[in-house]
């Protein structure tokens, strides 16, 4: 599934390929939580903007409209119109960032849905059940993602428990994926390395969860309380301990100086919130760093976002009329910004491509990390 095209220092440089298409790595995720981009794109739109792959949230499909009719629609790329590779996230995330209420077992975790207040649980098995309704390309495992810091004591129990807890997803995937009832029976897992910002339980984590053997490993917990610097140091530590052979993903993350430090140190995958929500509040990521397109200085600016894009809004609109979709609350100005957003993001991970297929990322690197997430 994941091929090593190329390396340029820890950089990597591959294609992981599925039964739902191949895409290029490192790649950019852009998350569909419903199965739509928030702020009014459609999957029809990501192939305008050079999406290869799109991310949907297990949580929030199960909710509504229910997983159960999801796969009765044929599938999430079947409902949604994408055609190309899909991640579900298992949910883990949303229940303990959302729900007020919780309660954890070794069997799973109870919770309250914070739409209507009824009560859910979700365990090892029910997470897989639903990934397979939603017929993803990719399924990620349940795991607990834990406010960090966290005691230590809890902190190790915790990842202890989340490895039991992938055993079991390993399983109940390969039952459903066996059944001759599933959406997609070639679906894939996911592993995810927890343990907040202690190194040795990162190490030992990551070294339980390849023993399993899976499709891929992700790098979780992060950017939830934690500094930049022990961020760094983490997901540093950790892909030295991850197969070489196997893809790498950096779970929600991040600007793009995060994204090119994530690079640097081998990571493969990457979503992120964060360019459509910036996009719906008027704030774009340009090549010499972040705008605020509410600023008075844009009201008669002709010129488009960013001078050196070719995405579809600078090719056609200006930063003065952009504002005016702003102040007046028009639709078309966030779903303008958005598409911006994201095709610069995408863009940015086929820059880095390029860079390390021609030696260069180190350069590139240089030049790009820190100027990009500067505020103009």
């Not at 209507?116 to 029910?126: L, N, Q």
């Not at 052979?245 to 793009?256: A, C, S």
Request: proline content about 3%; glycine content about 10%.
């Amino acid at each position: 599934m994941f091929r090593l095209i190329k390396t340029d220092g820890r950089a990597r440089r591959g294609e992981f390929t599925t039964v739902h298409g191949s895409f290029q790595t490192p790649a950019f995720m852009n998350v569909a939580t419903a199965a739509a981009i928030k702020g009014g794109l459609s999957a029809y739109d990501l192939k305008n903007i050079d999406c290869q792959i799109m991310l949907s949230n297990t949580y929030h499909l199960h909710l509504r409209p229910g997983d159960e009719v999801v796969k009765k629609l044929g599938g999430l790329g079947k409902m949604s119109g994408w055609d190309g590779p899909t991640l579900t996230d298992s949910g883990g995330f949303q229940v303990f960032s959302l729900a007020k209420i919780r309660s954890i077992t070794e069997e799973g975790v109870s919770f309250n849905s914070h739409i209507d207040g009824r009560r859910i649980f979700m365990s090892p098995e029910v997470s897989m059940r639903i990934q397979s309704n939603l017929g993803s390309t990719i399924a990620m495992a349940l795991d607990e993602c834990m406010e960090n810091p966290s005691p230590y004591g809890y902190t190790k129990a915790s990842c202890e428990r989340t490895v039991r807890w992938l055993a079991r997803c390993k399983a109940e995937m390969q039952r459903l994926n066996s059944s001759g009832d599933a959406v997609n029976p070639h679906q894939l897992l996911f592993g995810i390395n927890q343990g907040c910002c202690y190194d040795d339980l990162r190490v030992d984590n990551m070294k339980a969860i390849v023993d399993l053997d899976l499709d891929g490993y992700a790098i979780g917990g992060l950017a939830v309380g934690d500094t930049k610097e022990d961020m760094y140091r983490t997901f540093a530590l950790v892909t030295d301990y991850a197969p070489r052979d196997k893809i790498r993903y950096l779970m929600g993350i991040g600007t793009p100086g995060n994204i090119i430090e994530g690079v640097a140190q081998g990571v493969d995958l990457f979503d992120c919130v964060m360019p459509a929500r910036n996009g719906r509040h008027g704030h774009f990521f340009t090549n010499n760093g972040i705008i605020n397109i509410m600023n008075n200085r844009y009201a008669l600016d002709e010129s488009p976002i960013d001078d050196s894009c070719d995405c579809p809004v600078c090719r056609r609109y200006t930063r003065a009329y952009i504002r005016h979709l702003y102040k007046a609350k028009e639709a078309l100005g966030l779903r303008l910004g958005v598409t911006h957003n994201l095709y610069f993001y995408n863009n940015l991970l086929r820059r880095i491509r390029e860079a390390i297929e021609q030696d260069r990322f180190q350069q590139f690197r240089h030049e790009y990390q820190e100027r990009l997430d500067a505020r103009i």
